[in-house]
């Protein structure tokens, strides 16, 4: 997969990342939830592993638009201190997230679909965690759960006073991005570590073009 060489990984991943858990959009003119494809679809690299057409990639620009709109409305929306709120915005973010990604799916062809989720599973790593659907796949226990559902709040403070800190200026955008960088890494590596051995090896197995039936489909 032409997109899986290391230079393209690493600007896929910080692209992906910069929207974690929808950034402030005046701190990074984006706004976005964790595995989102409308965003991963924006990026030139995968754009072309995918071959769109013109027409899907104005379709997918369009797509792409209204899910950060609606995405940055929740962000600027939540009461970080606040646990409901928190709760409610985290649980709003992946009802946005399956509905804009099903709509990604809808404006490709089977071969593209495959070939984006395969992408997808290499890129995000453990940030896949986060999907109900992922999660039922993997037979995730309720303990297992819990870990998950910790370091996802854990990750989206440290977002949340990353932007805090850059819209005040008191950190640069150079930094911001280094602290993006470590804060995305070590989150997807705790939450790979919550899986047992089985459920790591059918993730590895999954972005070896070994997809499960109606995953295409989520």
């Not at 991943?13 to 991963?40: D, E, K, M, Q």
């Not at 990639?57 to 609606?70: F, G, K, M």
């Not at 590596?189 to 051995?197: A, G």
């Amino acid at each position: 997969m032409t997109v899986m060489r290391a230079s393209l990984v690493s600007l896929c991943c910080a692209a992906i990342f910069l929207g974690l858990f929808c950034s402030l959009a005046h701190a990074t003119g984006r706004g976005t939830y964790s595995g989102a494809l409308p965003v991963l679809v924006g990026i030139e690299a995968v754009q072309e592993d995918l071959k769109l057409t013109s027409l899907q990639e104005a379709v997918l620009d369009s797509i792409r638009n209204e899910y950060r709109s609606e995405a940055q409305q929740i962000y600027l929306g939540t009461q970080f201190n606040e646990i409901a709120s928190r709760t409610h915005s985290q649980s709003a973010l992946r009802r946005l997230q399956h509905k804009y990604n099903r709509r990604v799916f809808s404006t490709l062809n089977k071969a593209q679909k495959k070939q984006l989720r395969q992408i997808e599973i290499q890129i995000l790593g453990g940030f896949l965690l986060l999907r109900d659907s992922i999660q039922q796949r993997l037979w995730i226990n309720s303990s297992q759960k819990e870990q998950i559902a910790k370091i996802e709040t854990k990750t989206l403070l440290a977002l949340h006073k990353l932007n805090h800190l850059t819209v005040s200026k008191k950190i640069t955008q150079l930094k911001r991005a280094a602290s993006l960088h470590i804060l995305r890494k070590n989150a997807s590596e705790q939450l790979l570590k919550v899986l047992t051995p089985a459920q790591q090896q059918k993730l590895i197995a999954w972005a070896k073009n070994d997809l499960p039936h109606g995953l295409l489909a989520d």
